[in-house]
């Protein structure tokens, strides 16, 4: 039986419901008059169902539907009374958009109560493309998608489409148009949802339907009054195509239909009053820090010049945080060409362009930008030319201008050094970025104790203004390792940059390349191939299209050290090639300069093309710390040309230096190629020496790459075991020389760790993906705290440090490989 619309009468409802019973029972004689007839009360008309429920001669199921429109308090508690007395050969099915007010918490701890919610009844993507299947409706895999996108798997919104589907000349196009607009979709939500609310609460839907997400108070500010809170929760519950956004039930969105409707009804009714209520909104979300979601309501009021200045207040904290996504959004609602008007815009383009690595479109943005600057209000004027000068410090930076880097960074200093109170914090963001830039381009240019003083500054700035992406961009250049800095202390600072990023949901920037690319090299200097790989993958991954020069350097480099380790000669060659192509793009030197060109040359030279490799040295100079490399590549083309002496005579300008100037990893190389000479020349016991000198240099890093590199095997086997005091770090070169696995610092981690958790398990299958921690929190239906708790566990079981540690330990077991569950 259906329960009659707004019943209030107990004894009519009671007399329904036995009606119904009496009407299935085949004992029951067809001629007995109908039970509201009968003069019988509600209590006594409850009884009487009771009975003839339990004198069914078969089971009964007895359906209440519509339980929703029951206002009656006797007849509630009196189906509390027929939910309790059931007879055991009946079941009963309550049908209601919303719970009903009875206690079922016994039955639930009973288990004697099945639910069937709102979200059971929806249908999934695959059940709408049933659907439409069925219906004979042709419609692509991305059209079907998209319908159940708008519909959220809705039945009524997929009927009601499926309907007006039905001989449609273009299916695709209806399905990219639909939406709560539709005819079909506005009669049925304003005949079975809008005009059944009370008049306070259709003026509450209609005002507040222009957001995307509202809380009480946002709502009690567009329609003017309070007590909307109460009024979503209500909704919510009576599943009134109002949804809850979090655990506490705060905040709420619409259905998209519900909202498309809403919002068209908004516009028919209440014309008038649109452009205030999204400046209402505007206000809000302004006064919350939320300036996505005000710009764009203060466009949709016309306001164009507010929101362009919104856009600059606030474009250079988004550049800082790592936002393009946030800036491209906003800009995409501006008119096209509308920075040509407004520096403010005109600013906020250069930051998004300069994020996609469009840099030549960068300079004509600012050039737009420093023609208004003039004409701009005194108070703003300034601000305007203290940014534009960090953007010209960025680009300088990425286009490889090393002293342009360095000049604007003597501007900011300048620009900055009077800071009034109010321009305080700016002043120490736009600092932060300047020695961010400079750090960095210290770091490239190989003056590592300036870089390290400010990049360390930066990133203590950057926190102490609560800056994550900042921070975790100045981290991610401190793990370089140098003769101030051992490998091991460089590799744990590129851990912890990469931990911090993936902590901030951060670890999928492009800003992280140089970190990994330095992981990459450290672990390919330890002998750490495998290790070594992953992490230039992921590098290359994140890189943008258009990777900045000297960055690019560096991840060739890595690439080609890596094929140099497996002896893949060739794409050596290819990926050193590469990178002196990058390194032609700077106006500076870059500290690997020496490096990629001696190792170049050595690689050509090894693959019998000499005349190359002299090519590639034709020229070089450099100051004599870096000329290691070049002496060490000139030694390989003299062995190759046959000449071992004189490939002796200029390792010597390495060797006969006391103390050394050049780095250990330079020093391993010379003392192997020495060792390599003498064998040549027949002197083993020298070349033993040189062995052990080379064993002794790489030991406290323990550089293996060198030995392989120089491909020192015969060298090595000069060298009997027990007169080398590096056992140790011989037997690892002597296997990975072999061919054998590479060893590696964590090998102690392949106990078998504590069992993971079914919970914790589902977490792990998303780490291999490129999905960052919201979305996979999204894709598990669970709240971002649950999947940050899932995934420090899962590090603390595997012993992993970050992201990709964790899922190769968890490869190595098996645990992604397998299927487990």
């Given at each position: 039986m259906s329960v009659e619309r707004d019943q209030q009468d107990a004894q009519r409802f009671w007399a329904a419901v036995l009606d119904a019973v009496r009407g299935s029972a085949r004992?029951?004689?067809?001629?007995?008059?109908?039970?509201?007839?009968?003069?019988?009360?509600?209590?006594?008309?409850?009884?009487r169902v009771l009975s003839e429920l339990s004198e069914q001669l078969e089971p009964g199921v007895l359906i209440i539907d519509d339980l929703h429109e029951l206002k009656s308090a006797d007849a509630l508690a009196q189906l509390e009374r027929l939910v309790s007395a059931l007879p055991s050969s009946a079941r009963l099915v309550l049908s209601s958009r919303r719970d009903p007010p009875i206690r079922l918490?016994?039955?639930?701890?009973?288990?004697?109560?099945?639910e069937i919610r709102a979200g059971d009844l929806r249908f999934t993507e695959g059940e709408t493309r049933e659907l439409l299947a069925a219906s004979a409706i042709g419609l692509s895999d991305a059209g079907a998608a998209a319908l159940y996108q708008r519909t959220e798997g809705w039945a009524a919104g997929l009927r009601l489409a499926v309907i007006s589907l039905s001989g449609h000349s273009d299916p695709e196009r209806f399905v990219g148009e639909f939406s709560g607009t539709d005819r079909a979709i506005g009669e049925?939500?304003?005949?079975?949802?809008?005009?059944?609310?009370p008049?306070?609460?259709q003026s509450m839907l209609l005002r507040t339907s222009l957001v995307d997400r509202l809380n009480g108070e946002l709502a009690d500010v567009l329609t003017g009054r309070s007590g909307s809170e109460q009024m979503l929760l209500e909704l919510e519950d009576a599943n009134a195509f109002v949804v809850s956004l979090d655990a506490e039930r705060t905040w709420f969105r619409y259905h998209q239909l519900l909202a498309d409707f809403l919002r068209l009804e908004l516009r028919r009714t209440?014309?008038?009053?649109?452009?205030?209520?999204?400046?209402?909104?505007?206000?809000?979300?302004?006064?919350?820090g939320d300036v996505v979601d005000a710009v764009r309501h203060t466009l949709a009021a016309g306001d164009w010049a507010d929101a362009a200045r919104l856009v600059a207040d606030h474009s250079f904290r988004w550049v800082l945080d790592g936002e393009a996504g946030t800036i491209d959004a906003v800009l995409e609602a501006f008119p096209e060409g509308a920075s040509a008007d407004h520096p403010d815009l005109a600013l906020a383009?250069?930051?998004?362009v300069l994020n996609h690595g469009r840099l030549e479109d960068v300079a004509a943005q600012l050039a737009l930008a420093e023609n208004h600057i003039q004409s701009a209000p005194p108070a703003r004027r300034r601000r305007l030319a203290v940014a534009t000068a960090s953007l010209r410090l960025a680009l300088a930076r990425r286009n490889g201008q090393f002293t342009e880097v360095i000049e604007q960074v003597n501007l900011l200093d300048a620009s900055i050094s009077n800071e009034s109170n109010e321009q305080l914090a700016m002043g120490n963001e736009l600092r932060a970025v300047a020695l961010l830039n400079l750090g960095i381009v210290e770091t490239w240019t190989g003056r590592v104790g300036d870089a390290e003083r400010h990049l360390s500054e930066g990133a203590a700035l950057a926190r102490t203004i609560g800056g994550p992406y900042l921070e975790v961009s100045c981290r991610a250049y401190l793990g370089f390792p140098s003769k101030l800095v051992s490998v091991a202390t460089?590799?744990?600072?590129?851990?912890?940059?990469?931990?911090?990023?993936?902590?901030?949901g951060l670890d999928d920037r492009p800003i992280l390349a140089p970190a990994l690319g330095a992981l990459a090299g450290m672990a390919i200097w330890v002998g750490e191939f495998d290790e070594a790989e992953r992490y230039l993958r992921r590098a290359w991954e994140i890189a943008e299209a258009r990777i900045d020069p000297a960055g690019a350097v560096l991840l060739h480099a890595a690439t080609g050290m890596l094929h140099a380790g497996r002896e893949e000669h060739d794409a050596a060659l290819q990926a050193f090639t590469a990178a002196e192509r990058a390194e032609f793009l700077l106006t500076g030197v870059h500290a690997l300069a020496s490096r990629v060109t001696g190792w170049l040359a050595a690689t050509q030279a090894r693959l019998g093309r000499t005349d190359d490799a002299r090519a590639t040295l034709s020229g070089f100079s450099a100051e004599p710390a870096r000329m290691g490399d070049i002496y060490n590549a000139t030694a390989v083309i003299r062995m190759a040309d046959g000449d071992p002496a004189a490939a002796l005579d200029v390792l010597a300008e390495v060797l006969g230096v006391t103390p050394p100037i050049v780095p250990a990893f330079t020093i391993v190389e010379s003392h192997l190629l020495a060792g390599l000479a003498y064998l040549e020349l027949g002197d083993r016991r020298a070349a033993a020496a040189a062995a052990e000198a080379a064993l002794a240099a790489a030991e406290p890093d323990r550089l293996i790459f060198p030995f392989v590199m120089t491909q020192a095997a015969e060298l090595l086997d000069a060298l009997p075991r027990h007169e080398t005091a590096h056992r140790a770090l011989l037997g690892d070169v002597v296997e990975l020389l072999r061919g054998e696995l590479a060893p590696s610092a964590?090998?102690?981690?392949?106990?078998?760790?504590?069992?993971?958790?079914?919970?914790?398990?589902?977490?792990?299958?998303?780490?291999?993906?490129n999905l960052t921690r919201p979305e996979i929190a999204q894709e598990l239906y669970v709240s971002i705290n649950t999947v940050n708790t899932h995934i420090r566990n899962v590090y603390a079981k595997l012993g992993a440090r970050d992201r990709s540690s964790a899922v190769q330990r968890a490869r190595d077991l098996r645990l992604l490989s397998t299927g487990r569950s």
């Open positions: 004992s029951v004689d067809p001629e007995a008059p109908p039970a509201a007839a009968a003069g019988l009360d509600a209590d006594q008309l409850l009884e918490h016994q039955l639930r701890l009973a288990d004697e109560v099945a049925y939500l304003m005949a079975e949802m809008l005009e059944r609310q008049s306070e609460v209440l014309a008038d009053e649109v452009s205030d209520l999204h400046r209402r909104a505007a206000r809000w979300f302004t006064d919350r383009h250069a930051a998004a460089a590799r744990e600072r590129g851990r912890q940059a990469l931990a911090l990023a993936e902590r901030h964590d090998r102690e981690r392949l106990l078998k760790p504590e069992e993971l958790s079914p919970s914790e398990l589902r977490v792990l299958r998303y780490l291999p993906t």
